[in-house]
């Protein structure tokens, strides 16, 4: 396997450790306040991906430019976009969100 594919996978098997020995109560009574939520078919992208899918876009994306999000529900890929292109796409016909 390729040395940069592991060690991605040995940051993912480190973070995924950490996660583990940061639970407390209180972190999971909010996972429980946000997973009374949703209906048993609903999956929310977990912010971190909704990120790394937003860096991924070409490089001639700018505020200006239409995407369409396809699984539309609790608005994590227009948050980040929001995020990464700021005051420049409130308000244009930028995010395009597609209820699932």
């Known amino acids: 396997m390729h040395p ?4 991605c996978l040995e940051d993912k098997i480190h973070n995924i450790h950490q996660l583990g020995t940061e639970i407390t109560p209180d972190t999971i009574g909010i996972a429980l306040r946000k997973l009374s939520r949703l209906s048993v078919s609903e999956v929310v992208t977990p912010p971190a991906v909704a990120r790394e899918l937003v860096e991924s876009l070409p490089p001639e994306t700018t505020a200006n430019s239409r995407i369409l999000d396809i699984a539309s529900k609790t608005g994590e ?7 990464k292109y700021g005051d420049g796409i409130k ?3 930028t995010a395009f969100p597609l209820p699932a």
């Open 91 to 93: 308000g244009a016909s």
């Open 4 to 7: 940069a594919i592991l060690s």
């Open 77 to 83: 890929f227009a948050g980040v976009l929001l995020q």
